[in-house]
């Protein structure tokens, strides 16, 4: 294939995290040629202005140089000129997320977001991608992990590869570097991991879970699946977690120490919750990949794209990466429950839930929840949190009223068939109809109160249903999650209703929250405290100090806000009882368990 839209990008100075890029465009447009980066990435909902990392751009024709104007913050225009239009420009890439571009002596890592200029009005037009290794013999064992389809270069190699249109071009980011290659297939599809950084994982037990739950998925929506070729690519480091997902691949961040080492036979936290972002990662090949809201067709990557329906796209996804876990087998329904437990206790820890619909979160993300400052738990709901628990809330009260006939399941299936294989939009209000529609039952109140309102979910009355217990305690710590029972006979403790990290000698409050002890006495977020009662105190003793006064206990604080020593009187009050913990009813009947059954082990 001859393509009329030609890139080349090589990592030309890794030591300065500099790509270079020359893009040819063989017919530009007479009047002048167009140009932009896009102010977003599909799946991180946030404006991030990726052309403020072009360093340099020069255009040519014919090797004679072409004048460049800038319209705006992220399009150029180039000059006419007859012939063949060539641009060359310098992206900064140390961004060492999964969202943009990452160059250094150990790798390199790109969206094409971040580095690939759209061709105005040649939009979908084939692309050619040239991917070459950095000069020097230091990077000769160097490799390239990406699903862009090969077109000269051979696999995990330097070379030649392409795309149908622009949009495909920018959904097959790259990995290049040394790394380890786990692979396996699932429903016959080719699978790959790739791991880069240390590590110590048992990269035979990554491929088998990771094969469990990809053919998890895959059935659920029905084979075949749709990808001819899938990639995990895993950055590893101390303390990373997050992930995007693609049309064809996932970009990963994670702790070295949430991998499975061969010494471990347990699934660790740390590995339950590696696996949930796989899982979570790999279902978005179909919700929001493929079955998409309409105001994601197509994409406008110039400007935010508002929907009220990532509680569906994100928060059904989100309850189903950790359930695969456990219809799977790869944790235990007690595990599962566990995570649930916490996910509730998220939810109900902010008070920003009764304030903010769960719909109002997903349409504002671009100012408010990728945005988050100190107040947000006062002021925002999660749209993933509380997304996830309103499909559990549908996926029972299906199940319920359908005689167990019916469940979430047979919604996303219809979703798929109706959106995915169409590439037909999702309207603002279609998931609402079409769970009527599937699931036999009538839920538009449900669906005004649940969206669009601020009450909390009735999941008690339903998950007993299924014979498990809703419970809820005081938190017993900072760093308490929720999910288990806790101490028995433990007295209330008192709390100060704050987060706080460490700022030199003192605790910095992160968070103040509303109607608590601190927020009352008139503390602040970004106060630094000192001392309490007249000793010093850090982040690492303030919650203590706190609690040794007692419930109702009065307490006299020092805290800098900014250069200013202040002085405060708080009284303590008890920690609120807003972590939830899930158990299985002793004794449950028949019916509990046959519900139970059909939930947490429903084979799809």
Not at 192 to 207: C, E, K, N, V
Not at 285 to 290: C, D, G, L, Q, S
Not at 377 to 386: E, L
Request: net charge negative; hydrophobic share 40%; proline share 4%.
């Amino acid at each position: 294939m001859n393509e009329s839209i030609r890139y080349h990008i090589v990592p030309a100075s890794p030591e300065a995290h500099l790509f270079e890029v020359e893009l040819t465009v063989e017919r530009p447009h007479p009047d002048g040629q167009l140009l932009s980066l896009p102010a977003w990435i599909p799946g991180s909902y946030m404006i991030r202005d990726f052309a403020r990392n072009v360093v340099w751009l020069k255009a040519f024709c014919d090797d004679a140089p072409v004048g460049v104007s800038k319209v705006d913050k992220q399009t150029w225009r180039c000059a006419p000129c007859a012939g063949a239009l060539t641009l060359r420009y310098q992206v900064y890439a140390w961004d060492l997320s999964v969202r943009s571009a990452h160059l250094d002596t150990t790798h390199g890592y790109f969206n094409g977001t971040s580095v690939f200029l759209a061709v105005h009005g040649q939009e979908q037009s084939p692309c050619a991608v040239e991917i070459a290794p950095p000069h020097g013999d230091t990077y000769k064992d160097w490799r390239v992990a990406t699903t862009l389809a090969l077109d000269g270069a051979a696999l995990w190699g330097f070379g030649r590869y392409r795309a149908d249109d622009y949009d495909a071009l920018i959904d097959h980011p790259v990995e290049m570097g040394r790394f380890d290659i786990v692979e396996f297939e699932a429903c016959g599809v080719p699978h790959a991991m790739t791991l880069t950084g240390h590590h110590r994982a048992d990269q035979a037990r990554l491929a088998r879970d990771l094969q469990r739950i990809c053919e998890y998925h895959i059935r659920l929506f029905g084979e075949p699946a749709p990808v001819q070729r899938y990639l995990f690519q895993v950055m590893i480091t101390g303390d990373g977690y997050g992930g995007l997902e693609h049309r064809s691949s996932t970009s990963l961040l994670c702790s070295r120490d949430d991998l499975p080492r061969a010494d471990q036979d347990e699934v660790s936290d740390g590995y339950r919750s590696f696996l949930g972002l796989c899982s979570h990662e790999y279902f978005h090949t179909w919700n929001v990949k493929r079955i998409k809201p309409a105001a994601f067709v197509p994409y406008d990557l110039s400007r935010e794209a508002h929907t009220t329906l990532l509680w569906a796209f994100e928060g059904f996804t989100a309850y189903y990466d950790d359930l695969a876990l456990a219809r799977t087998g790869l944790i235990s329904r007690s595990s599962y429950l566990e995570l649930l437990g916490q996910t509730i206790t998220r939810v109900l820890r902010g008070s920003g839930r009764l304030k903010q619909p769960v719909a109002d979160s997903s349409f504002d993300t671009w100012t408010k929840f990728y945005k988050q400052d100190e107040n947000a738990p006062n002021a925002i709901v999660s749209y993933y949190t509380k997304g996830s628990l309103v499909a559990l809330t549908l996926d029972l009260l299906i199940r319920r009223g359908s005689d167990a006939s019916r469940s979430l399941d047979d919604v996303m299936r219809a979703l798929w068939q109706g959106h995915g294989l169409t590439g037909l939009g999702v309207d603002e209000r279609a998931i609402e109809t079409l769970i009527a529609a599937v699931g036999g039952v009538d839920l538009s109140d449900f669906f005004d109160q649940a969206l669009r309102g601020t009450d909390d979910l009735p999941l008690a009355g339903l998950l007993a249903h299924c014979g498990v217990e809703f419970n809820l305690r005081a938190a017993e710590s900072g760093t308490d999650k929720g999910g288990k029972a806790g101490s028995s006979g433990n007295m209330p403790r008192a709390v100060l209703g704050v987060r706080s990290g460490k700022e030199g000698a003192g605790a910095k409050l992160l968070n103040v929250y509303d109607g608590g002890a601190a927020q009352q006495a008139g503390l602040a977020a970004g106060d630094v405290i000192i001392a309490v009662n007249g000793l010093k105190v850090g982040n690492d003793n303030l919650e203590q100090a706190c609690a040794n006064y007692g419930v109702g206990g009065g307490i006299h604080l020092h805290a800098f806000r900014r250069d200013e020593l202040m002085e405060f009187d708080a009284v303590l009050q008890a920690a609120p009882e807003d972590s939830c913990y899930l158990t299985f009813v002793e004794g449950a009947s028949p019916a509990q368990e046959q519900l139970l059954d059909a939930w947490l082990g429903g084979a799809a």
